[in-house]
């Protein structure tokens, strides 16, 4: 009996984990492998000039090239290391905000489990890559700025189950509202809009979630943050009169040479793809389906049945995977949308069915919804003031998306909570692998 239960002990350990490693493992390897092919004559080569030698242009929309430079010159100017070491810093970043997260919902998880989340969500960052411009630019600098700011609002929020009103000692207070000061300066030299959008989503966060010592917090992150803000523009221009110049400049050559910025162009942007995807509805509809049924399935299942509950899954994670890949590598902008929108569908499903669960009023659900629902505001924020179409721009955030899609699996009941975050887990990290499969076709 004893060594029956020691094997489904360390069968339920690795429902979760061996996905996860997997789809990292094979990221991680097609990366490596590719990192030195594929080059871009429009966004590649402008992200290449700025950073080789940033100091050589008076004005500036974005300030990225000041930032990546020294990663640059530290690679000896060669793109394929360049790139692998871009990966690895947006990665890196990931794990920090993975490992906030986590913190968060600890107690809604078994001890081990923490690790696959952290692990997942990193794999999950690599959804960055997905139209394979890969040379460290201002949209991976301000995803990695995002990761950060959100990593800071994450720590400073007390684990599920603990009261929001005890109090934090003020040092660590200090250093998460540091962070955040920090992830959002970043922001907001790599891409001003979403600062602007990402500062309301901070307030959101504060008002709903209710961090320990939250007028410290604050108090402390907006000092950081001018304190970040001050050192990059002396750093950049010497002085702020010069930077304000910069910035001026920037926006009146971007407004000759880029139409495409223009307010009807961005509205444009966000509206003509649901033409394209309202016609497709029916596929849509079939995954979603799809998708919905296996999680409630699992939601019944009894927790110890782990066997039966991967049988269900891999199948649907294998087939969504080969589905997206597919979508991905066709090449035609509506099946780009199409690979972008599974995960916003996964997260309907699952919010759905966090809602629909019984006893899902508890104040750690709340919370847990709560936090996931502003997390999926972030791949809008990300491409807030971009050219690109939204949805098209938008799916390489998506680990904001998936990151809400694993926290809400915390919210199922608690003898068939370690199902439903190991199928979370599995779907998220095998759709990475097919989208990075897709973007090299």
């Known amino acids: 009996m004893n060594l029956q239960m020691t094997r489904v002990e360390l069968l339920g350990r690795a429902q979760g984990l061996v996905p996860a490693l997997l789809g990292a493992s094979i990221c991680w390897i097609i990366l490596i492998w590719s990192m030195g092919k594929g080059y871009d004559f429009t966004d590649d080569a402008h992200y290449l000039v700025w950073i080789s030698n940033p100091h050589a242009y008076d004005w500036s929309v974005s300030e990225f090239g000041f930032l990546w430079n020294p990663i640059y010159r530290l690679v000896g100017g060669d793109i394929k ?31 081990h489990d923490r690790l696959t989340f952290v692990l997942a969500i990193s794999t999950t960052s690599l959804w960055q890559f997905a139209y394979w411009i890969p040379t460290p630019g201002y949209n991976e600098l301000n995803l990695c ?24 000692s003020k040092l660590p207070t200090v250093a998460k509202a540091a962070l955040t000061g920090f992830g959002w300066c970043i922001v907001a ?49 010497g002085e702020i009169q010069r930077f304000i110049q910069r910035k001026i400049m920037g926006l009146h050559m971007l407004g000759v ?11 444009r942007a966000a509206i003509d793809p649901f033409v394209d995807l309202w016609s497709q509805r029916k596929r849509l509809s079939i995954i979603v389906a799809v998708i919905a049924s296996l999680l409630a399935v699992l939601l019944r299942l009894d927790g110890r049945r782990t066997w039966t509950a991967n049988l269900l899954t891999l199948p649907v994670a294998i087939a969504l995977s080969v589905k997206v890949e597919t979508w991905r590598a066709e090449g035609p902008l509506t099946e780009t949308y199409f690979a972008s929108l599974v995960v916003p569908a996964l997260l ?76 979370t887990v599995t779907l998220s990290s095998f759709v990475t692998v097919a989208l990075l499969v897709g973007a090299l076709a």
């Open 145 to 168: 700025g995002l990761l950060l700011f959100s990593a800071g609002l994450a720590f400073a929020v007390p684990a599920a189950g603990l009261p929001s009103s005890e109090r934090a």
């Open 189 to 237: 030299f790599a891409k001003p809009p979403t600062a602007i959008l990402a500062f309301f989503i901070g307030v959101a966060w504060v008002i709903l979630l209710r961090p320990q010592r939250p007028i410290l917090f604050i108090f402390s992150a907006a000092l950081f943050a001018c304190a970040f803000a001050l050192a990059g523009i002396w750093a950049i221009d």
């Open 257 to 267: 040479h880029s139409p495409t910025h223009g307010a009807n162009a961005m509205w």
């Open 348 to 423: 309907l499903i699952a919010l759905v069915l966090a809602l629909a669960l019984s006893g899902w009023r508890t104040e750690e659900r709340r919370r847990s919804v709560a936090m996931a629902c502003l997390l999926a505001l972030l791949p809008t924020t990300y491409s807030l003031g971009s050219g690109s179409l939204l949805i098209y721009h938008a799916g390489q955030a998506s680990i904001f998306l998936l990151s809400a899609f694993i926290v809400l699996a915390t919210t199922a009941p608690a003898n068939q909570r370690a199902q439903v975050f190991a199928a």
């Open 81 to 111: 290391i360049f790139r692998l070491a871009g990966a690895v810093i947006l990665s890196g970043n990931a794990a920090i905000f993975g490992w906030a997260l986590s913190g968060t919902v600890a107690p809604l998880l078994r001890r």
